[in-house]
T-cell receptor, first 118, second 114 residues
Framework: GAVVSQHPSWVICKSGTSVKIECRSL??????MFWYRQFPKQSLMLMAT?????????EQGVEKDKFLINHASLTLSTLTVTSAHPEDSSFYIC??????????????FGPGTRLTVL | SQQGEEDPQALSIQEGENATMNCSYK?????LQWYRQNSGRGLVHLIL?????REKHSGRLRVTLDTSKKSSSLLITASRAADTASYFC??????????????FGQGTILTVHP
C-alpha cells in the first residue's frame, strides 16, 4: 500500500490564530511531499514542495511566512497557517512521492484537512 | 486557458452507460495522470500514461493520449453508481523549473444514477 494520513481532518479556528496540519506517510518513506489547497468545486493548486531536510519551495504567490512548512523526517511534513484569516479557509491536501522513485511517478494523497477560519 | 482543462465540467449518466472525459494541456509533458476524488476527500490515483504511450487500460478504465493534439481522454465503461466522483487529469511536466510537479485540470464531476 501507500497510505498518507492527515491530521486533523477538520479544524475551526478564530481569526489571528495559527493552525498546524500534519501529513504522514504511514507505510513508506517520502523525500518529497507536496501541499495543495482546493476551494469548493475547484481544482487543486500546488502551494509548495516540501523536501526532507531542506527548505520548502513555494509556488509563485504563496507567502512562505504565512504558510510555514517543515519536513523533519522521511514520513512527516507539517504545514502551519500563521495568523489565519477567513480567506485562508479552504481544503488543504498533502501528497507524497515514494523515496527512490522517479520524480515523474504518481503521488499518493492524504484525505485532506478542512480549515475554517471564523 | 490553463494547463489541464477538462470537459465536460459535469456529466450525468445512467448506470451501465459509458462515461468519457477529456483533458487538454499546453506544455510538453513526461506523463499524464488521472485521479478520482470523492466529495470532501483526498485523491486516488487511477492511471498514468507516459508521453510515448497512446493507450492504456486498467479494469474498466481506458485512457488515450494524443501528444500531437495535447489531449487525453478517460473512458469508464459500464459505469456504476459508486463511480460518482470528480475526476481530474494532471500533467507531469517534462522538465525545467516544473520538474516532477503536477498541474491539475479543473475536473469533471461525474454523476452515475442507479
Amino acid at each position: 500500500g501507500a497510505v498518507v494520513s492527515q491530521h486533523p481532518s477538520w479544524v475551526i479556528c478564530k481569526s489571528g490564530t495559527s493552525v498546524k496540519i500534519e501529513c504522514r506517510s504511514l507505510d513508506f518513506q517520502a523525500t518529497t511531499m507536496f501541499w495543495y489547497r482546493q476551494f469548493p468545486k475547484q481544482s487543486l493548486m500546488l502551494m509548495a514542495t516540501s523536501n526532507e531536510g531542506s527548505k520548502a519551495t513555494y509556488e509563485q504567490g504563496v507567502e512562505k511566512d504565512k504558510f510555514l512548512i517543515n519536513h523533519a523526517s522521511l514520513t512527516l511534513s507539517t504545514l502551519t497557517v500563521t495568523s489565519a484569516h477567513p480567506e485562508d479557509s479552504s481544503f488543504y491536501i498533502c501528497s507524497a512521492r515514494k523515496i527512490g522513485t522517479s520524480s515523474y511517478n504518481e503521488q499518493f494523497f492524504g484525505p485532506g484537512t478542512r480549515l475554517t477560519v471564523l | 486557458s490553463q494547463q489541464g482543462e477538462e470537459d465536460p465540467q459535469a456529466l450525468s449518466i445512467q448506470e451501465g452507460e459509458n462515461a468519457t472525459m477529456n483533458c487538454s494541456y499546453k506544455t510538453s509533458i513526461n506523463n499524464l495522470q488521472w485521479y478520482r476524488q470523492n466529495s470532501g476527500r483526498g485523491l486516488v490515483h487511477l492511471i498514468l500514461i507516459r508521453s510515448n504511450e497512446r493507450e492504456k487500460h486498467s479494469g474498466r478504465l481506458r485512457v488515450t493520449l494524443d501528444t500531437s493534439k495535447k489531449s487525453s481522454s478517460l473512458l469508464i465503461t459500464a459505469s456504476r453508481a459508486a463511480d460518482t466522483a470528480s475526476y481530474f487529469c494532471a500533467t507531469a511536466n517534462a522538465g525545467g523549473t516544473s520538474y516532477g510537479k503536477l498541474t491539475f485540470g479543473q475536473g469533471t464531476i461525474l454523476t452515475v444514477h442507479p
